[in-house]
């Protein structure tokens, strides 16, 4: 499984991003996916998620400002963000996790760098 992220990029406070991930293989739409970000010096974390039943979960953060969605049948996930703030600048990367009944799966994208700043 391969993960290509798109859709990063500089914009202004209080701008608008929506970020992309294709996925290659079989096993996207029953595959969980998240959107993580990690900061210069900062660790890490996941922005939100998305099952494979549609349930989402988000961060305190961006609850409000980001959605995060899925087409099964481009093999994509999305995370479309509004009303940015400098403190949403980060490397934000898309993952994957399958469970084929035994064993967990995790794959990553390269990133994309998302600047908020004016």
């Not at 406070?13 to 959107?35: D, E, K, M």
């Not at 010096?41 to 409000?64: A, C, D, F, P």
Request: aromatic letters at 12%.
């Amino acid at each position: 499984v391969q993960l290509v992220e798109s859709g990063g990029g500089l914009v202004q406070p209080g701008g608008s991003l929506r970020l992309s991930c294709q996925a290659s293989g079989s096993i996207f739409s029953v595959s969980a996916l998240g959107w993580y970000r990690q900061a210069p010096g900062k660790q890490r974390e996941l922005v939100s998620s998305i099952i494979s039943g549609g349930r989402t979960n988000y961060i305190h953060s961006v609850k409000g400002r980001f959605t995060i969605s899925r087409d099964n049948a481009k093999n994509t996930v999305y995370l479309q963000m509004n009303s940015l703030k400098p403190e949403d600048t980060a490397v934000y990367y898309c993952a994957l996790n399958y469970y084929n009944g035994t064993y967990f799966y995790d794959y990553w994208g390269q990133g994309t760098q998302v600047t908020v700043s004016s």
